[in-house]
């Protein structure tokens, strides 16, 4: 029997990662909702920058189908994590390896709640990606996987999974600090997911964290167009440095040039929109747990002020979906 | 940084898998002696049944040039076991998997002993193979490798890792019971490494387990020769009973009808000379604790009689260079 996969939350980011895997041999069973008829039919089609493929992983609409796992990789958006208890004890025993691809803060530690600490990983990915329809998602550039145990340093595990996504075509490393790399992530994620939301409720109600409810919104801001504007511009440094404050204080040692690597690396990326401003349009819940309450609690728990970050959060939650 | 192997005694077993992998784009260190030269020069050729193929894999003349691994593979006859306390140190940490791929029972045990029970690991091989010289591997037939962790199931790892040899070409299961799968390989082993050597001897000698010290030496017999003389093969099923009857005497619960299959299959082999036959004939030692002293000591301890075997090791230990 080969490594048994199960992909929780086959959105775009499970979707994506899981279908190479399958594509490459391995076992990969999906936990599907609401695109189970689909993929049960014509299975998965990616579109992708590096070539489209299409494969025809084992469906399940129920976890207790699929039962226990060697591997399981977690594409929930963060706002149905309190799903968890529901989806994933079938999936997982003693052994069973769970890894969260998902973004932000305070998803392992979710984790670690239910099944203990020693078998939690997290990958963070650096992807640009979009579910398109039941059935296809679109690869539209990057990648990457960093991955890493949770609250300890890389295990030969780690290495061999992480082997396992090169050898399915995805760039993969490991790290034996995930939290910093979690952190490293943040400074991009901050800016460019809170903030392109966030314009939709204008500069002044960000800059001040004031917001009329029921006030007109505009229009999301893309990352191009953040960095166009250099008033936004100005704010995406600015988070930028508040997220860098905060990991340092925290002692994760981040270097203040970590900014500009993420401003010279966006200025590539075009008029890309990051996933919290299609949820945003699509009318769903913004992963503002994990992307920015979180951050903010521990920036505050360590002592660091994080000004603009709190005012950020204060507009996205007024504006959000869940009100 | 990926997953890091070093393959220790890079001979036919250790090169043909090690090098399998490296052609995968796996890391592999392989530790060589007298190939040092050649295989730094030249590479390692792989002459297969699959596809030729040669691998330049980076070569060290000492563990400590290597350095800490995630996987240490173990290639050497288990005659240069007394190495291990030198050889190995260096390579392994608390996390390092040590994956023995060597012959017979014992082995995992003594690589207990010097680094703990838990990261242990055996691969089975059924592989027809012989190194040509320095830096040539012929790959003659089959290839697959059972895998399994040392005195408890398998874990995700195992199955990880048993996934990479899988992307390398290697096919390769897992298995939850190490300890059965190492006696049920011996079923095979024990007439036909055994018994292909002995018969050099003459009949008489392996019947009887006497033998005149200085007597003329006849031919070695290879698996189809054993296997066409009635006398021989009689000898061939009554070992092969007494393998089974202790294995199950062990707990390892072997069917009988183990013996018929493993006939079977050898009547495929054509003229296969077993890896003793060969060490025999270039006057190597013969490994003769891991494949026939051990069992032999396990069975009696289990209180199980074994009397083709015992004679079977009294003229091994007489005509082997060892003495």
Request: charged fraction near 20%.
């Amino acid at each position: 029997m080969g490594l048994k996969v199960a992909v929780v939350g086959c959105g775009a980011l499970g979707g994506f990662y899981g279908a190479r895997l399958a594509q490459r041999g391995l076992q990969v069973h999906f936990l599907l909702r609401s695109d189970y008829e689909t993929v049960c039919r014509q299975g998965l089609a990616i579109s992708s920058v590096d070539g489209d493929f299409r494969v025809r992983p084992q469906c399940a609409r129920q976890p207790e189908e699929i039962g226990r796992c060697d591997l399981v990789l977690i594409g929930l958006k963060t706002t149905a994590n309190y799903q968890f208890p529901r989806l994933l004890p079938p999936l997982v025993d003693e052994r069973t390896l769970v890894m969260t691809l998902q973004n932000g803060l305070g998803n392992e530690e979710q984790l670690a709640a239910l099944f203990g600490p020693d078998n939690i990983l997290g990958g963070l990915c650096f992807v640009c990606l979009n579910r398109v329809r039941p059935g296809l998602i679109r690869h539209l550039a990057h990648g990457r996987v960093v991955m890493g145990e949770f609250q300890r340093p890389v295990l030969p595990r780690t290495r061999a999974v992480a082997e396992l996504f090169r050898q399915s075509g995805t760039p993969c490393e490991t790290t034996d600090d995930l939290a910093r790399a979690h952190w490293e992530k943040l400074v991009w994620n901050v800016p460019f997911n809170g903030l392109g939301v966030a314009a939709a409720a204008g500069y002044e109600a960000v800059v001040s964290g004031r917001w009329t409810a029921g006030a007109p919104l505009g229009a999301c801001l893309p990352t191009d167009a953040l960095l166009a504007d250099p008033r936004w511009r100005e704010l995406v440094i600015e988070l930028m440095r508040e997220v860098i404050g905060a990991a340092n204080q925290l002692g994760h040692k981040i270097p203040a040039a970590c900014a500009d690597e993420n401003l010279e690396r966006t200025r590539n990326m075009g008029a890309y929109r990051a996933s919290t401003l299609v949820d945003f349009e699509r009318g769903q819940p913004l992963e503002l747990d994990s992307l920015f309450r979180e951050p903010l609690r521990q920036a505050k728990a360590a002592g660091f002020a994080t000004p603009r970050l709190a005012a950020l959060i204060e507009i996205l939650q007024r504006i959000s979906p869940q009100g």
